[in-house]
């Protein structure tokens, strides 16, 4: 029964915000989706939305209690009993509602910030020392580190050097060689090789006058008449040469004996020239080793004067002109890898290292460069030589731009992890995410080393070999 006093429908208002009859806070108030809160109608109830009303949505039922005084409420048939209850006790259900779910987003919110880290903060606590697990992990292990450095460099067979004819040929004057008994001038080429020809020891480098010129090794030319009783390195280079050819009857030293003339008249018979026992300056060309022709400067008919070819040896090299902040790196012996266009890779040695060129010094006067009479613009390089070990490696590549690594310094014994395993310190520094073997996560600080190979050396306190470390994607 409805009290006269309206106490059933002020208890039955009140009760909205309460608990339903089941315990289920959800029958007062429903949490959908952040942002999105609803009071749940009663079974049953109209929830058509009145027209113009901007306040919360209400049932016909709310909307004919409100209109109605107490006591019509309460079936007495009195329209002119007590007054509605006043409109502040019809709006303090919704405000209550709304402080309600306000404050459940706020705790919502929170919590999903603390999970993100969104609030910011100094970086220390709970958050640091237990981070989100990483994606992968690495090991820290202990291995060697070497620096290295990667510099242009030129595949080839090397600088050309020319071959000349002899002083005096080609110039009306006498030949000053060892057969030309006539004293007449040797003069005309006759025969010439072509660009590529690869000459050996004891083959024809060219023909003047019909008359072979071989190709003898050596590191000093022939630069006089030799005969019985010279004496010196260069008798040795002949006597040497000769004997490799299949010559003998004499002993490989730097005296010129009869023995050694009986030899030299054997070889000048099957090189098609005067038997005199001697040789001279313009009787063969001496060089390190077998030659490849790089350009033929004459053709037969012309005169034997200037340069009659180039040549350079018949490996191919790798040629750098470093700069000259890595002259350190490099000197006789020095290991290297060469990586040609292909993206293959061979092993190269350090032969020869060169005098520094372009020192940016002022230049000659007269030379149009600018400043105190000359250019030295150009930054200092080094001439670098390199050996190739194995010739098949390069392939069919005559001539190419190549990449050269050369290496800069090792650290051994290091542990060392993968540079994409640091974490970025707020406060400055580094650190790795150490992961353990219950999946907890723990960032500690470390100092790092040499950056190497896609590796980093580190160190620190509780870094140790095998510990698993997260690598961020």
Known sequence: MTAPDGTQERERDEGADRPGPSGDPSAALELRTPGEVADRPAAGADTRETPGDPGPRETARDLETREKPAETAAGSGDDGGAAAPPANHRRSRPLRTSMIVAAAITVVAAAGAATTGALGGDGAGEANAAPSAPPKTAEIRRTTLTRTETVDGNLGYGEASAVQAPAGAGSGQPAQNGTGGDGGT???????????????????????????????????????????????????????NLSELGYTGFTVDDAYTETTAEAVRDWQDDLGREETGRVGPGDAVVAPGARRVADVKTSPGALLNGTVLTWTGTERIVTVDLDVRYEDLVEKGTKATVTL?????????????????????AGDAGSGGPGNGGGGNEDPTLPVELEIGKQKGLGRYQAAGVEVTLKAETRENVLAVPVNALVAERGGGYAVEVVDADGTVERRAVKLGMFADSLVEVSGKGITEGLVVGVPK
């Open 341 to 361: 266009p292909d993206d293959s890779t061979v092993r190269a040695e350090v032969t020869d290292v060169g005098t520094l060129s372009g020192s940016g010094e």
């Open 186 to 240: 040797a003069g005309i080429i006759t025969w010439v090789p072509e660009d590529g020809d690869v000459i050996k020891r004891g083959g024809t480098v060219y023909r003047a006058d019909e008359e072979k010129v071989p190709l003898l090794y050596g590191s000093t030319p022939f630069y006089r008449a030799l005969g019985p009783g010279s004496e010196g390195g260069d008798v040795k280079i002949l006597e040497k």
